[in-house]
């Protein structure tokens, strides 16, 4: 087997050598091509072509987010070995998540929404529904502020992303059981497949795509955790990438979208991930900021609907926002992420320091 051609996925995928910055950004960057039809034009858009191949099934946007579920499933698990400690576990987590939403949510409740409420100030702040907005910095999703957007094409939703973020969560804590449960060995494991499969029919079956955004998130997620726990059987080549991505297109062509997402896309993702020849491992030298433009994109986008003089087209929107959310992206690495991790790299500092005398 010419190393060239085919690559055993086991051995790349700790590796710093990757695409996944670059992926990151560009999902983070299609979620917002993807809202702009909706936040334009109204919850009832037809969407870009593959909303219309899939018939509102799947979006750009939803195929964004399972890539990011997808990889979150594959690093959890990854990080459920190296952080098998509970405590350390779900405190590198929220390190990563809480800052930054903390931020978002503050600001879009005392400045955003202070500044864009069709009420006087003095309403705006004595209203319940103003500080219910802060339950999304923990998890909880509220997704409007009084008087906020009200006249909008997709009225009052102030970040309607945020949806994400619970379920990543509960995503998080499922992997961990799991993890606890098997210490994903493979015959253990299996089990979880199984009941994973039995409750996929059941909702297949009879619930009627319920929340399939949802649901597609969970999943993709949880294909990831099984990527993780058999890379050492996974093999990358170039042929089967290229017509993993073919097959995923053709797929959702055909109406066939959920099949695609579960079975075509995931190995699809795994090339593109570590599998070319050529890697942007430097993309994000100067630091990650898929998260942060993920997080100012909605509430940007909708700014801007708000602010226009006249209806605005949805690829205006889009330009602009994409622009805008990477200077957001980067303010938030900057000013919140970088020195959160700095904080903590510190602490481990003094404490390895301290236990050591």
Not at 64 to 84: D, M, N, Q, R, T
Not at 125 to 138: M, W
Not at 149 to 167: A, D, H, I, K, R
Request: glycine share 6%.
């Amino acid at each position: 087997m010419n190393k060239r051609d085919a690559i055993r996925f086991g051995t790349v995928v700790s590796s710093r050598d990757n695409n996944l910055d670059l992926i990151r950004f560009v999902s983070a960057i299609a979620v917002i091509w993807s809202h702009s039809f909706s936040l334009t034009q109204g919850p009832h858009s037809l969407g870009a072509f593959l909303d219309q191949w899939t018939d509102q099934r799947l979006s750009f946007g939803g195929m964004a987010v399972a890539v990011f579920f997808l990889y979150g499933g594959i690093l959890i698990a990854k990080s459920c070995e190296s952080h098998p400690d509970t405590r350390k576990f779900f405190i590198a987590r929220c390190q990563r998540i809480f800052p930054q939403l903390i931020f978002i949510v503050l600001f879009s409740t005392f400045v955003w929404g202070g500044v864009l409420t069709t009420l006087s100030i003095t309403d705006y702040l004595t209203n319940g529904e103003t500080y219910r907005y802060l339950l999304n910095a923990i998890l909880i999703p509220v997704h409007t502020l009084p008087g906020v957007f009200t006249f909008n094409p997709y009225p009052e939703v102030v970040n309607g992303s945020l949806w994400t973020l619970p379920v990543e969560f509960a995503a998080y804590i499922l992997c961990y059981l799991i993890f606890r449960l098997t210490a994903f060995r493979k015959k253990t494991y299996i089990w979880t497949i199984i009941v994973v499969i039995a409750c996929a029919i059941v909702y297949f079956a009879f619930f009627h795509l319920y929340m399939l955004s949802v649901v597609r998130a969970v999943l993709e997620f949880y294909i990831g955790v099984c990527l993780w726990v058999w890379r050492d059987k996974i093999i990358l080549r170039p042929s089967w990438g290229i017509l993993s991505i073919f097959a995923t297109i053709v797929l959702c062509y055909f109406g066939w979208d959920i099949a695609a997402m579960l079975v075509t896309f995931p190995y699809a993702c795994l090339w593109l991930g570590w599998g070319t020849r050529r890697k942007f491992s430097h993309f994000a030298k100067y630091g990650e900021f898929s998260y942060g433009i993920y997080l100012w994109a909605f509430p940007l986008q909708q700014t801007l609907v708000f602010l226009w003089p006249t209806p605005m087209h949805w690829a205006v929107n889009a330009s602009l926002i994409s622009l805008i959310a990477i200077c957001g992206g980067i303010f938030n690495y900057h000013v919140i992420d970088k020195p959160v991790m700095n904080m903590v790299r510190r602490r481990r500092k003094i404490t390895a320091s301290t236990s050591h005398m």
